[in-house]
């Protein structure tokens, strides 16, 4: 069965088109664009218009890309930018009429399970671990071993708010990056415990895993499954704080332009992650929650025979 699985996130909007069989999951695409749906979210508790027309933008080009390989089912899913907005259903309402696509707003326990899930079936880590499923608006934390999720713990922190928060200035301010390194620690703290393994899912950790390997064009196999040290997030940090978010995307061509706005918010929170959990370094996963949409659709497939 060819399935298409998008995930709609306050930052971005991603597509997978692969066949899931009992030989496994084969990908035949991948997209990705950022539409920053959460952007403004925090002050007006709405979804900006521009912001909406966008993703609806991005939502009509994946219709033509699965048309164009004969998708046989999709699942879309959106996740904390659509939990928080009061116009949530409005917009809902506005992709099943543009598209035809049925999203479905998910909690961020099953948001957490998802990003477990894809990261159990293709890194197979080993031991008890934990997965770190960065976004625009939340991060998840989630704790177990093989493929069983044993708790999920979601912060409503994610780039985007933090970027928004903390970091008013261009470049930061070293007391906007201690103010933001505080807050974080405070945060990370209480979930801190023995883990055999950590492993970071994210548009900012798979970026900053490119920059340290040199990988450009984006390519996901070069990434996913690669190491990165904290010292190496020190440094890239370190890097890109000292820079006005213009000269980050100039300079490094594997900066997206949006994502240069945010990435120093997100390398902070992995850097305490790291320094919480007592660990020197961690894996990176390009598989996320729309890699997990797939893997539950091989797991039905297995069950029904």
Do not use: C
């Not at 959990?277 to 069950?303: A, N, Q, S, T, Y």
């Amino acid at each position: 069965m060819r399935v298409g699985a998008i995930d709609i996130g306050s930052y971005s909007v991603r597509l997978t088109i692969a066949d899931v069989s009992q030989e496994g999951i084969h990908i035949l695409l991948e997209r990705g664009y950022i539409t920053s749906l959460g952007s403004g979210i925090k002050e007006s508790g709405r979804l900006n218009k521009e912001r909406v027309e966008e993703t609806l933008r991005v939502l009509e080009e994946y219709k033509k890309e699965m048309e164009r390989l004969g998708v046989d089912r999709v699942v879309a899913v959106a996740t904390e930018a659509l939990r928080r907005a009061e116009n949530s259903q409005d917009f809902l309402n506005l992709v099943k009429e543009r598209t035809g696509i049925e999203v479905r707003i998910i909690t961020p326990e099953e948001e957490g399970r998802l990003a477990f899930l894809a990261t159990a079936y293709s890194l197979r880590p080993e031991g008890y671990f934990l997965v770190v499923d960065q976004g625009g608006g939340s991060t998840e934390f989630v704790f177990g071993r093989d493929m069983e999720p044993e708790s999920v713990i979601s912060l409503p922190v994610g780039i985007v708010n933090l970027t928004e928060e903390f970091l008013r200035h261009d470049p930061p301010t070293e007391e906007e990056i201690e103010k933001l390194l505080s807050f974080l620690e405070e945060r990370i703290a209480p979930m801190r415990r023995d883990v055999d393994e950590l492993i970071g899912l994210g548009g900012t950790i798979t970026t900053i895993t490119a920059l340290e390997y040199g990988v450009y064009p984006y390519d996901p196999g070069k990434i996913h499954g690669r190491e990165l040290t904290l010292s190496a997030l020190r440094k890239w940090f370190k890097t890109l704080v000292s820079l006005p978010y213009r000269e980050r995307r100039r300079r490094y061509r594997q900066i997206e332009d949006r994502r240069a706005e945010v990435i120093v918010s997100g390398i902070a929170m992995f850097i305490k992650i790291l320094e919480v959990f007592g660990k020197d370094r961690l894996r990176v996963g390009d598989w996320g929650v729309k890699h997990g949409l797939l893997v539950r659709e091989l797991v039905r497939k297995e069950h029904s025979g």
